[in-house]
């Protein structure tokens, strides 16, 4: 949910002419900056996801509800959103089918300067996403745009910058930074303050070594549409502070971090990253190191290009057990995510390329490559997670589930190249993973096996999954009971399609595979195209 900051009246323009002030708003529309950087999965208004929806699954029902006609100045642009049968996790705000931004939280709005848009007539539709992988699209309504921008300071490089620089930390200002390089030690954005490049030809460069560049502290900050270049001088791009919330980072280009490019910690809810490219570089931590708690809420990825991490690609670090509102709410979604690699280290303890430790998490349409150790794993308290249609390959695991994943949804994800497809770890500490769902999942080439239910993994629902080429088991159920296991195809793939066998608790005690449901279960030569 976001709300229009700033103050209206006219541009300061702080010794910028008119006629710079024009080239400015010039290369801002030139630079695309409406476009999502080479990445992320097209959606319905641009092309399929990775992994259609299957027939049968929900489809939300949504509306563009205004404003139409005249667009000018800041506005605020509405949804309306019906859920049907599942909860909707995500409402993009597209402007001739481009993302000018994503909401995660009902009433579903987003605050735009109209003035800062391309000038003439254009198409606004409205994407909304749910929690099991339905999406839908309203029908386009029709606005213009123009005008000159209001309430605004605008700057350059030079002198004029630390008074732009000071006003940002004030707050409940928009400064408009023209093309050019700007060397800054720090940045510090207040309550209600809009940072706006004029594309990534607006770099924002580090003067000296620090913990991060840019510090938001504050609600209803903006900060989009310019480059960040570190030059390994800087810990962070952007640190999200405590008590900060309603924040939105979009169309950024983050490289030269020594650790992270964006974290966030403490109290805070609706940070969001899009339409943005991290460049890891083989930086030591995450491209999004998001530190959830019981006091965060919220957080989301969207669309945004992330590689070249030690770490992990986006972590929302939630790692306590047993906190059932922890954290909740967090989206990863369509995202690409790629290299994700630390040489020195080869133990699951990093090398993801998205980690999830909190409640109702929505991990959807994301691309992930080249992992270290797993595409994307649940930790800490993850209860009622969906994890549906992504795309991953070449990693260890596809998708690893903790030992306290529980009453989740893994759905429509393809995986190849791996050596497990999806693995539910085994229950030790007091602590296990069941009641989750797996269903309609394509596990192409697992070198070992393609679903492994470990020790105490019981009362989960195994459905028309395929398991293609490959060898051994096609799904394994080790000391697990009471799972449903039905519809099930391995193709192409040498062992058996089920496999039940025992192993031992964390105590010693023997754990055998009981009264479990094995029905329907079949091999094949061919599974055909998915």
Known sequence: MSRVAGRHGPVRRDAITAAALA?????????AMLDPPSGPSPSPAEGAPPVPPAPGVSRPRVEYTGPRGELAGPVVMRARVRAEGARVVAVTFRLDGRPLGTDTTAPYTLDVDASLLPPGRHRVQVEAVDRVGGRAVSAPARVRTGGQPHGITVSAPGPQLDRALAALARGHVTVLLGPGRYPVGAVRLGDGARLVGAGPGTVLTASRDAWSLVEVRGRRVRVSGLAIEGGTRIGRAIAVAPGSADVRLQRLRISGVRDTGVEAWGAHAEVSVQDSVIVGDDASGAGVYDVGSSDSRDSSVVRTEIHGFRAFGIDFAQR????????????????????????????????????????????????????????????????????VGNDIARTRVGIYLEHETNGSLISRNAIADVVAGINVEWRYEGRGSSANTFTANRITGARQTGLFVDVAGDRNRITGNVVEGGRGPAIVLQGASENLVTANRACARSGPVVQLQSASYDNGVAAHSLRNRVVGNRKAPSCGPP
């Open 23 to 31: 080239a400015i708003l010039a290369a801002l529309v030139a630079s």
């Open 320 to 387: 306590y057990y047993g906190r059932r509102a922890a954290a909740r709410r967090a989206v990863a979604l369509d995202n690409r995510i790629a290299r994700i690699v630390d040489p020195e280290v080869a133990n699951g303890t990093r090398e993801g390329g998205i980690w999830s430790g909190g409640v109702a998490a929505a991990i959807i349409g994301n691309r992930i490559r080249d992992t270290g150790w797993d595409g994307i794993e649940t930790v800490g308290s993850s209860y009622g997670v969906s994890i």
